[in-house]
């Protein structure tokens, strides 16, 4: 039977290690897991509008970016504890294709129109636009 050299050790005690850690990780997620019960909808653009909604209320709102001629329309419906992009006016309708969000960390990207939405724990966490 071949005897390992010592990097050959090395390697298996890093692998080793690393198992380990991403397995206390996933069973610290498992018992300790997000509340997404406060969660915010964060939507803001590049123009600089922002609105901020629970994720648990019920509303439906147009955003107007850029100006004419170049101003877009996307409409945003929140209910049911998830978000959608019902309608937009952008060339390439990614963010309306895009399925609904209802976790902390998900996103509706409109690039043409330069909007993001976003669900966070709270508004801090939200990325600033501006």
């Given at each position: 039977m071949a005897q390992l050299k010592t990097g050959d050790r090395v390697l298996a005690v890093i692998v080793a290690i690393a198992l380990v850690v991403a397995a206390a990780w996933f069973a610290w997620?498992?018992?300790?897991?997000?509340?997404?019960?406060?969660?915010?909808?964060?939507?803001?653009?590049?123009?600089?509008?922002?609105?901020?909604?629970?994720?648990?209320?019920?509303?439906?709102?147009?955003?107007?970016?850029?100006?004419?001629?170049?101003?877009?329309?996307?409409?945003?419906?929140?209910?049911?504890?998830?978000?959608?992009?019902?309608?937009?006016?952008?060339?390439?309708?990614?963010?309306?294709?895009?399925d609904p969000i209802s976790q902390v960390g998900e996103q509706?990207?409109?690039?043409?129109?330069g909007m993001v939405i976003e669900i966070v724990a709270n508004e801090d966490d939200a990325t600033s636009l501006v």
């Open positions: 997620s498992a018992a300790f897991p997000v509340d997404d019960d406060g969660a915010v909808v964060v939507c803001q653009t590049k123009d600089g509008f922002r609105r901020v909604d629970p994720l648990s209320s019920s509303v439906e709102y147009t955003v107007v970016t850029g100006t004419e001629p170049d101003e877009g329309h996307n409409t945003v419906v929140i209910g049911g504890g998830t978000v959608d992009v019902t309608a937009a006016d952008c060339s390439n309708q990614v963010c309306v294709d895009h509706i990207v409109c690039l043409p129109h």
